[in-house]
């Protein structure tokens, strides 16, 4: 059994109905702020008892109000749960919820109504609201949930909400039930009384002449009539009063044989005592009791793991969480997270992107059609620098590290030009995302399904609703053959073979198989693959406006200089930077873009180390930079910045 299906409207942000699908096991909910990470949570919340966090109730922040001019709250709020993968124990035990049907279905609704300072909830089980509802079927669901910002020494130190004492109650319960069935004492209470009856007939520990030199004075001062008699002893209770009294400490090396170079929680770390704490949880998640009174379903849910966790902890914790939830079929795990490191070492199939704009949306990855060769391939490739994507509201695909670097800084001149009010990607939250590689095709179909035959396959699918823009280079053949006369016998020709250097009226078709998903991607609704006019990248920068004349500047700047006497290539490079490059012609321009690329890809530059200081001379010395269309138009797609098309 396992919560499939969650839907809500009018409740927080979710005006509309919104749904999300669920899967079973492990679920991680990944996407930017303000997009319903939380409020999933808090949807679930309210349908269950939630035996760590106490009961959730509605308040009138619970109700959906939009942001607007003289905006009115939801006049009511209702959540829905579906549950799958019942086994035959499941459907007679949540019977009512079931029906006919092979799936569980359990509903509230709320009037946004406040009466004597509350609101009215109703839920029911089922399809038809009629239906008598057990409230005690829900005891057999046992929810935790954890927030992002969690005390976890509070949780594991001794009182009320020890859960120390909860791991323990769940451990005995079984047995409890017993000694109450017997009217006999737990063992734990037969042997704290044990011990109380022996410490106080010790004399050597002074408690027994303590305890009769305060009788003694007690009767002294009030007479035998209105006397009492005291004795010291530790606390005699029952079973859970006692559980309460214990306190968790902690070993700092677990390869130290002295048992006493034990430390309070106090002393341990903020990221050390939350990993204790979800360990007495899944402790108790993962017990094996046959006990009636045993949960059916146990649902954790967690908000931010990472805190207080470095990277290495992160991913520990994680894959111990999923092989928890598979290990356990009655465990579900549901996490929120900001964390690319975590979102970078859990499979696709147990990410569920959610985005905000213009409502929140929920895409499990699984839906979105990956064939499986390229769901391998994202698995293996999703680092932590990748994993971005899937917490930004845009992004733009480069091939490599020299885009990456360069193109925000060429967006800060176009966003600029747009005077939308926004300087830069960060302020629209959009990440260039460096694939280190043409892989276009694999990760371009979270946005898009290209590899699907017809719109009936495409519209089974979902895709991420945020724009995509991919930035690809032309990559003509590096060579062309040309017919020259020879100079042996000038009435024949020879064939020759020179580098070829594209530019107006003298170009190829591009080799990059890229090129052949431009059309299905730039059909779909939020995808767009955009390529380069000439050739690549820094030769295609080359060919706009003066660009050639900084970019000469650059390599003549970045060129070793020899131990002795004068290097020409710096001359060169030099001079040419001092040339207006708009006066030449285009096939002059191309030429100098060629050598402009071929001194980059050298190894006494390379295009990273040339990428780097183009960016800082545009971002920090606000140097004049023509921008290409193409890189233009992919920055103003991913922005959300629609502008008329040229004609």
């Known amino acids: ?58 308040t009138s922040d619970d109700f959906f109000s939009p942001f607007v001019v003289g905006r009115v709250s939801a006049s009511s709020l209702s959540i829905s749960a579906e549950f799958d993968g ?74 009320r909400q020890s859960r120390l004492s909860k791991l323990l109650k769940a451990l005995n319960r079984k047995q409890l039930k017993e000694c109450k069935r017997d009217t006999r004492l737990h063992p734990l209470e037969a042997k704290l009384k044990e011990f109380n009856e022996s ?23 009030i007479g035998h009539y209105f006397g009492q008699k005291t004795s010291i002893q530790f606390a005699k209770s029952d079973f859970t009063k006692i559980a309460e009294s214990l306190t968790l400490l902690f070993f700092p090396d677990l390869s130290v044989k002295d048992q006493e170079l034990f430390r309070e929680l106090s002393q341990n770390s903020l990221g050390y005592n939350n990993l204790l704490y979800i360990a007495s949880i899944l402790a108790e998640l993962t017990l094996d009791d046959e006990d009636e009174d045993q949960p059916l379903f146990k649902l954790l849910l967690i908000e931010e793991p990472e805190a207080h966790l470095h990277p290495q902890l992160q991913i520990r914790l994680l894959n111990h969480l999923k092989s928890v ?69 845009g992004v733009i695909l480069v091939e490599g590290i020299a885009e990456q670097m360069i193109i925000p800084a060429l967006a800060e001149i176009v966003l600029k030009e747009q005077d939308e009010g926004c300087q830069n990607l960060e302020d629209l939250g959009v990440s260039a995302i460096n694939l280190n590689g043409i892989y276009f095709k694999h990760f371009m179909q979270l946005y898009c399904n290209i590899d699907c035959k017809d719109d009936e396959e495409r519209n089974s ?75 690549t990248l820094e030769y ?17 700047s970045l060129w070793p200089k020899p131990e002795k006497g004068t290097s020409k290539i710096i001359e060169h490079f030099t001079q040419l930077a001092s040339i207006d490059w708009t006066r030449k012609s285009r096939e002059d321009v191309a030429v100098m873009a060629h050598n402009i690329l071929k001194r980059i890809d050298d190894d006494k530059i390379g295009k990273g180390i040339f990428a780097q200081v183009l960016t800082e001379k545009i971002q920090r010395e606000g140097r004049p930079f023509t921008v290409p269309k193409y890189i233009r138009d992919a920055i103003l797609w991913a922005s959300s910045i629609d502008v008329a098309e040229e004609c």
């Open 86 to 159: 019942l086994d035959a124990a499941d459907k007679v035990a949540f019977l009512p919820w079931v029906g006919a049907s092979n799936t569980a279905l359990l509903n509230l609704q709320a009037e946004n109504k406040e009466v004597r300072g509350r609101f009215k909830k109703v839920i029911w089980g089922g399809i038809s609201r009629s239906s008598q509802f057990d409230p005690e079927l829900l005891e057999l669901v046992q929810c935790i949930y954890l927030p992002p910002l969690r005390d976890a020494e509070a949780k594991l130190s001794n009182g």
């Open 325 to 393: 939830a598979e290990e356990n079929k009655n465990v579900q795990v549901i996490v929120t997270t900001h964390s690319t490191v975590l979102a970078s070492s859990v499979d696709l199939e147990s990410i569920i992107h959610l985005s905000k704009s213009p409502v929140p949306v929920a895409t499990p990855l699984r839906s979105c059609g990956l064939s499986k060769t390229s769901g391998q391939f994202i698995n293996r490739w999703l680092d932590v620098t990748k994993s971005n994507l899937l917490f930004a509201g």
């Open 199 to 221: 410490l106080a007939d010790d004399g050597e520990l002074g408690i027994k002449e303590a305890s009769k030199l305060i009788n003694e004075n007690l009767t002294k001062a």
């Open 1 to 58: 059994m396992y919560l499939s299906h969650l839907k809500a409207e009018g409740f927080r942000c979710f005006g509309k109905e919104f749904n999300v699908q669920l899967a079973e096991g492990l679920n991680v909910i990944v996407g930017e702020n303000g997009a319903g990470k939380t409020a999933i949570i808090s949807a679930i919340r309210q349908l269950f008892h939630d035996s760590e966090s106490g009961r959730y109730s509605i």
């Open 461 to 535: 699918w979902n895709s991420i609703p945020i724009r995509c823009a991919g930035i690809t280079d032309l990559d003509p053949p590096k060579k062309q053959t040309r017919q020259i006369p020879d100079p042996e016998d000038t009435s024949k020709t020879k064939e020759i073979e020179e580098d070829f250097i594209p530019y107006e009226g003298h170009m190829k078709d591009g080799t990059n198989h890229a090129i052949k998903l431009v059309d299905s991607i730039n059909e779909s609704t939020n995808a767009r693959l955009y390529v380069s006019n000439y050739k």
């Open 540 to 556: 295609d920068l080359a060919m706009e406006g003066n660009n050639a004349a900084l970019m000469s500047e650059i390599i003549a």
